[in-house]
């Protein structure tokens, strides 16, 4: 490759990241992974997920699950994050 050309990857990151268009495709990976990360059980009882200036923001229909989830809710903002490859989320409420 000449010291001028640019691989297709290293195009798309600049073209996403010109548009400001990676943000949100960091975003829209992270609630993706979402069933990967907290597990089949969790992602069942999740009725509504969304991030909004860098909050995940999760609708669940139980209260227990609700109370267990924002007990472990550092250790799953680093595993969303790890799973994204960047800061995507720096909170998350459960609602």
Do not use: C, P
């Amino acid at each position: 490759m000449k010291s001028n050309e640019k691989s297709i990857k290293e195009v798309i990151d600049e073209l996403l990241k010109n548009y400001r268009l990676d943000t949100k495709l960091n975003e829209i990976n992270l609630i993706n992974s979402w069933e990967i990360i907290v597990g089949k059980m969790i992602a069942n009882h999740t009725q509504k997920i969304f991030i909004h200036n860098q909050i995940l923001y999760v609708t669940l229909d139980s209260a227990a699950l609700r109370m267990e989830l924002s007990y472990q809710k550092e250790r799953i903002i680093k595993m969303l994050n790890e799973s994204a490859g960047t800061d995507v989320i720096t909170e998350i409420i459960f609602r």
